[in-house]
């Protein structure tokens, strides 16, 4: 069993074996017809069931063959044109060569002593993400598993920033964080494990752009103050999940500023920004925030996982660092040496950050920003496609790069039949694997959602996928016909 250690005696085990895996993947995405194959859940889980794990089948040439039946002929492939649904990019090269190279090494970046360079690679990463934020140099940050973790470590600092004197049941009782409508569950979540009350997130309305209006934060603001109550933190959102939407990030910072409130900017999705030759000015006033969220992994084009939290006074991340003598001894803090386990609310921890570095070094950031621009061009020219079609319905102009639609049948009105049309529409698609969209709802009526992340899509992927939706929505207007005489 030594054989399959990697180690100085089985170097050539593990280079043909990484290739022979590589060559799998690179088979598959080669061949993929569509970005997925429609198996059912059921089909899938029978092959799967059918695998024994207490019987190994002892060489990697197999154990890839039985991949292949259980995974890889079926996976949901972001690579492809016609995946347009979650906020799933496709990955470049150079990141991908950064995979394989940390996950050998494998390098735990929580002590100096486990990664030495890494650290400072991570530490280099973090100073060049928070210059371009616009922090000064007193400004740090950690990488963390996801926007999720980020969200949660800001308003953990956050939370211990509006509570000096301890968090005791009384003080978190009375803790309030604002976030518009069309913010990400995580903040909720975060709250709550949190120990906040249940009514700590106090929820803002959007204006008809979606993006939060800043009349009712200041209404929200001055009552919370007025009635005895801490305005921990305001979270705006630089991307809002369903419509790409920015919050008026200058506007919220004056009413931070006013009312000594930590800002959190939640730019998991519109940190493509900080890169982007043409839209950087959108970002404008993140530079004020006290933490932001970036995830790399969605508008960086980087393999999962690349998230960052990031903050403008490094001090306040002193909140997340407990001591060990076996991870952090205050001696080695006296002598220079740095632990990022005193940043992060995690221990052990990948080196994530070695992806952007080597998509740095190989194509720059203005070769990163150019491939996110050009998806938020096809947003406006799938827009425009949308706006002149009447078979379908688009809610708003796109801000990055989201479209939020649905289908209209030319005779039906009922709203909760439109509804289901839409609905079948997308499942039907999804099963067919010829292209896979997303859903979420708007007023409380269902609608249909592009995620465009791929510069290979084009517009006329995006006319073929509108044509696709319009006669699986009629089919099951016309069946559903058929069933009601």
């Not at 790069?401 to 289908?407: G, I, K």
Request: charged residues 25%.
């Amino acid at each position: 069993m030594r054989s399959h250690l990697l180690n100085d005696l089985t170097t050539e085990g593990y280079r043909r074996s990484v290739t022979e895996g590589v060559e799998r993947v690179a088979t598959q995405l080669a061949a993929a017809e569509g970005p997925f194959t429609g198996v059912t859940v059921d089909a899938l889980t029978a092959r799967l069931d059918r695998v024994d794990l207490d019987r190994p089948l002892g060489e990697i040439t197999a154990a890839l063959d039985e991949l292949e039946e259980v995974y890889l002929r079926d996976a949901v492939y972001f690579h492809h044109p016609r995946y347009l649904a979650h906020l799933n990019c496709p990955v470049v090269i150079p990141a991908l060569v950064g995979e394989a190279v940390l996950s050998a090494v494998n390098s735990s970046l929580d002590t100096w002593d486990q990664s030495a360079g890494g650290t400072l690679i991570e530490r280099r990463i973090v100073d060049w993400t928070t210059e371009r934020i616009g922090f000064g140099p007193g400004a740090d940050g950690v990488f963390t598993s996801g926007g999720s973790q980020s969200n949660l470590q800001a308003l953990l600092l956050a939370r211990e920033e509006a509570l000096p004197g301890g968090a005791d049941p009384a003080s978190l009782a009375r803790l309030r964080t604002f976030a518009s409508e069309a913010s990400h569950f995580s903040v909720r979540k975060s709250a709550k494990l949190l120990g906040l009350s249940p009514d700590a997130v106090v929820t803002i309305p959007v204006d008809s752009d979606h993006r939060l209006h800043t009349v009712a934060l200041a209404h929200e603001l001055e009552r919370c103050t007025r009635d005895g109550l801490v305005p921990m933190a305001v979270v705006a959102t630089a991307g809002t999940t369903d419509f790409g939407s920015i919050d008026p990030l200058p506007e919220i910072a004056e009413l931070c500023a006013r009312h000594g409130t930590w800002l959190h900017v939640d730019a998991a999705y519109g940190c493509g920004l900080l890169v982007s030759p043409r839209r950087r000015d959108l970002l404008s006033g993140v530079e004020r925030a006290d933490s932001v969220t970036v995830d790399f992994h969605k508008s960086f084009f980087q393999p999962v996982s690349s998230s960052a939290v990031l903050v403008r006074d490094g001090a306040t991340l002193r909140h997340a660092t407990y001591h060990a003598d076996y991870l952090n001894p205050r001696r080695a803090r006296q002598e220079g040496i740095p632990n990022q386990v005193d940043k992060s609310l995690q221990t052990t921890r990948r080196f994530d950050a070695l992806k952007l570095w080597l998509t740095l070094r190989t194509m720059g950031a203005d070769g990163i920003g150019a491939l996110f621009d050009e998806v938020c061009d096809l947003a406006w020219q799938g827009w425009r496609l949308l706006a002149g079609d009447p078979r379908f319905e688009v809610v708003v102009e796109p801000r990055l790069s989201t479209l939020v639609f649905r289908y209209l049948p030319p005779v039906v009105t009922d709203p909760a039949e439109i509804d289901r049309a839409n609905r079948a529409a997308r499942s039907a698609l999804f099963a067919s694997g010829d292209a896979v969209v997303a859903g979420t709802k708007v007023l409380g009526r269902h609608y249909l959602k592009f995620t465009l992340l791929n510069p290979e899509t084009t517009v006329d992927d995006i006319a073929a996928v509108l044509d696709l939706i319009a006669a699986h929505a009629e089919q099951y207007l016309g069946e559903s016909l058929d069933r009601a005489s």
